[in-house]
């Protein structure tokens, strides 16, 4: 018998992966029917103990069938927070009316940012089909959302290197929008070139201010190189394919060097490899969603400016059993020494304990805005 050749090596491989897509297309078939089944009996989201037996289970015949059971429990884990996530937004569908055109989503920067690709994530389980578009600034695309133009704004709102981003607070603050969604994303930053040169060779680096600083230790091995800050991640690579100068490079997502054809040089360079950003997803009304799902409420008020007055909301929060997830101080224009609060907590407006936290926060407060509840996303460690 004739020995194989490669390319009908990787023929049978082709066949192979549209099989898997194929069955992961049944899949999500069968989890549709699973999620409307659990709307109308009123049967809980999710099966943790299911979940994990699910994932033992498929680790031992990944070792019998000589697999790295790792690698096969990290695509089950995907597989299965996928099908959580497709469960949640059809349960939360029902409560809310149907969309007949494709729902248009703004990010800053362009095609490939981390924005971009955190609202194709966010987005990809829901029934509506979502276009994308970027823009320039925080405030612009809150401001299309604001008058219309578009339906929702991917907010990166912090980051577990670099912190808070100051300026989407603040771009919040101007607003009267809701959240309806947050999505947590692990940012692998890249070093990209236009061709595959030795990384000796480079002269310049782009990105955007946070990407370098999240990067620090990876180009502190590039003595030679001279690092200039960028608006944009994305648009760091398109810089460097219209300069066309092989000595120049960014630093940007996988995704970005693929849109225009260049070359990763480097993956994961950052400082820490849990590198994660979160997204705030922002619309003009809030969202209701089933009490079955898990979520957050975020909120954003002035407190009087006298002593005790922040530990006395606080101690509300605390009172009613709800765990805080995130407390942020800005300042307040025109207000010296004045700060707006924002706070994220665990917990659905729809709950009489949360209702009544809000109340009573209300009272304590000069002026207190709930921007919403939404299904919280969580973080599983590698």
Not at 13 to 24: A, E, F, G, P, T
Not at 320 to 338: A, D, I, Q
């Amino acid at each position: 018998m004739p020995e194989e050749s490669l390319d009908d090596l990787r023929k049978q491989i082709d066949d192979i992966d549209d099989q898997l897509v194929d069955l992961l297309a049944h899949r999500q078939a069968v989890v549709g029917h699973v999620a409307d089944f659990k709307a109308r009996t009123n049967a809980p989201l999710r099966d943790v103990l299911r979940e994990a037996r699910q994932i033992a289970r498929l680790a031992q015949r990944a070792r019998a069938a000589g697999l790295d059971e790792l690698y096969v429990a990290r695509v089950v884990r995907e597989v299965l927070d996928h099908s959580v996530r497709t469960q949640e937004t059809r349960i939360g569908a029902a409560e809310r009316p149907a969309r007949a055109r494709p729902v248009q989503v703004l990010f800053q920067g362009t095609d490939g940012a981390f924005s971009h690709i955190a609202g194709r994530r966010f987005f990809g389980p829901r029934q509506a089909p979502a276009t994308f578009r970027g823009v320039q600034t925080f405030r612009a695309m809150l401001e299309e959302v604001r008058a219309g133009t578009a339906d929702y704004a991917m907010l990166p709102i912090e980051n577990t290197t670099s912190g808070s981003v100051h300026d989407a607070y603040d771009a919040l603050s101007h607003t009267d929008l809701a959240i309806i969604g947050e999505e947590v994303l692990r940012i692998e930053l890249c070093l990209i070139g236009i061709t595959d040169v030795p990384l000796d060779q480079l002269r310049r680096v782009y990105s955007h201010p946070q990407a370098l600083s999240q990067s620090t230790a990876f180009l502190a091995s590039l003595p030679h190189v001279v690092v200039e800050t960028f608006v944009d991640t994305a648009m760091s690579v398109e810089r460097i394919k219209a300069e066309d100068d092989p000595t120049h490079a960014a630093i940007a997502s996988a995704e970005a060097a693929a849109l225009h054809g260049l070359h990763v040089l480097r993956r994961d360079i950052a400082n820490h490899r849990e590198n994660y950003t979160r997204f705030l997803v922002i619309a003009r009304e809030p969202e209701p969603w089933d009490r079955r799902v898990p979520c957050k409420t975020s909120v954003m008020f002035v407190t009087s400016h006298e002593r005790g007055a922040l530990l006395a909301v606080l101690d509300v929060v605390a009172g009613h059993g709800l765990n805080l997830t995130k407390l942020e101080s800005r300042p307040r224009p025109g207000r010296p020494f004045e700060y707006l609060f924002y706070v994220d907590f665990e917990g659905n407006v729809a709950e009489p304990n949360v209702q009544q936290a809000l109340d009573e926060i209300a009272g304590l407060t000069r002026s207190l805005k709930i921007f919403g509840s939404y299904p919280a996303r969580t973080v599983r460690a590698e």
